[in-house]
C-alpha cells in the first residue's frame, strides 16, 4: 500500500492561503525551496485539485524558459513536468505535462491509488486534501510553518468528524523562521 502525504506551506495560524488565495507570504528561502524540490524528486505520484493545478499548471512547465531562471527552479520546473500527476477536477477538460484528469468520486479513487504498489503520493490543494482528511486516507501531515499571522483564507485542515492521533516524525528549522513538522498518522 503506498503512502499518501498532505504537505504544503502553512501560516501559524493555520492558512495555505491569505484571503483572496494571496501567497505573497509563502516566498520560500533557497534552502527550503530545495527541500521542496527533493520531495518532488522522490515522490511518485502527485494529486492537485483544481485550484493548486491552475497555479502550478500557469508556471512550472516552463519555468526553466524563463530568463533569470535559477538552477533551483530549472531543477524543479524538470522534477515537476516529469512526475505523473492526477488533476480531480469536473469543471477542466484538458491537462497536460505528464497528467491524467480525474472527474468521478475522488475518495474512491484515491483509496484506489493508495491500494497500487509504489512509492509515495503527494496530495495537494485543500478542497481534495480536505475530502481524503475527512476518509481517513491521509497517511503523513507535513507543515511547512511560516511566522506569520494572515487572519482568515484557505486553512490547512478541515471539520472532521473524529480526532485524528498523529506521532511527531521529524522537524527542521529553514531560514527566515520556518519550521517543517511531520507527522504520520496513528493507525
Not at 531543477?75 to 516529469?82: C, I, P, Q, S, T
Not at 491521509?138 to 506569520?148: G, R
Not at 522537524?171 to 517543517?180: A, E, H, I, S
Request: hydrophobic share 40%.
Amino acid at each position: 500500500m503506498r503512502k499518501l502525504i498532505f504537505g504544503m506551506n502553512v501560516s501559524l495560524d493555520g492558512y495555505t492561503a491569505a484571503p483572496g488565495d494571496d501567497l505573497g507570504w509563502s516566498v520560500p528561502s533557497d534552502e527550503l525551496f530545495q527541500w521542496w524540490s527533493d520531495r518532488v524528486g522522490s515522490t511518485e505520484l502527485s494529486l492537485y485539485g483544481r485550484g493548486l493545478w491552475e497555479a502550478m499548471s500557469s508556471h512550472w512547465p516552463t519555468a526553466d524558459q524563463q530568463p533569470g531562471a535559477t538552477s533551483a527552479e530549472i531543477e524543479f520546473a524538470r522534477r515537476w513536468r516529469d512526475m505523473p500527476k492526477v488533476v480531480f477536477s469536473s469543471t477542466i477538460s484538458t491537462v497536460d505535462w505528464n497528467t491524467r484528469l480525474f472527474s468521478g468520486d475522488a475518495v474512491a479513487e484515491i483509496t484506489r491509488l493508495k491500494a497500487e504498489d509504489g512509492g509515495p503520493i503527494d496530495i495537494g490543494g485543500a478542497t481534495l486534501a480536505a475530502a481524503a482528511m475527512r476518509a481517513g486516507l491521509i497517511d503523513e501531515y507535513v507543515l511547512v510553518t511560516a511566522p506569520v499571522l494572515v487572519g482568515g483564507g484557505t486553512p490547512f485542515f478541515t471539520a472532521l468528524d473524529n480526532w485524528v492521533n498523529l506521532t511527531l516524525v521529524e522537524t527542521r528549522t529553514f531560514p527566515d523562521g520556518v519550521l517543517m513538522t511531520r507527522y504520520e498518522t496513528k493507525r
